[in-house]
């Protein structure tokens, strides 16, 4: 089983608040516990915090980075893709994974959110850990929904161990996107 961790990222010598970096860090753990790998963009912020965590907890992690170059990675990813795709990147940790959690998170975030809410991947959403964690809510149909199609709905919990228990019991869920042939392609028929 993959679970995704989405949230915000830090550049070299930024620091993000510790109520988001200790979150990440327990959510890490917590995927470790549960058994499954954990997926991430791979860089520095909440996915260098969720993987430092699920490493500690001798879970796997795998990053899809936005660069070309595996030594910009966080030093807690165990597999390394170099993309070298930017933010494009965001389509294989949304669409390739069983479930994500959403930490904080600004504008890619919300982009990994609408990608996979538009592949039927569940999302659960942490909130109190600022950002767009804390402002979906508001945004959705029903306080689940992003959209009229209803293809999945989002959750919301405000503890890291929920988080992921939730993010573990929707995993099994089937699929129900739209199956737009400009995301799937010949592969996917």
Known sequence: MTIGVIGRSS????????????????????IAMAGAALV????????????KGAREAGGLTIGFLPYADKSRANP????IFPTGMG??????????????????????????VTVAYDSGVPVIV????????????????EGCWLDERRVVPISFTSTPQSAVDL?????????HGTRLEAHTGWAGQ
């Not at 807690?76 to 597999?79: F, Q, S």
């Not at 494009?88 to 982009?111: E, F, H, P």
């Not at 993010?167 to 699929?175: F, H, K, L």
């Open 126 to 141: 942490l909130e109190g850990t600022t950002g767009w964690a804390d402002r979906l809510r508001s945004a959705l149909e």
């Open 76 to 79: 807690y990813v165990d597999l």
């Open 40 to 51: 991430s963009g791979g860089t520095g912020g909440v996915m260098e915090a969720s993987c």
């Open 87 to 112: 933010t494009i990147r965001n389509i294989l940790t949304a669409r390739g994974c069983d479930s994500l959690i959403m930490i904080g998170g600004g504008v890619g975030t919300l982009n990994e």
């Open 11 to 30: 550049k070299p010598g930024e620091t993000l608040p510790e109520l988001v970096t200790n979150a990440a860090y327990e959510i890490g753990r917590c």
């Open 167 to 175: 993010a573990v019991e929707r995993a099994g869920e089937p699929r």
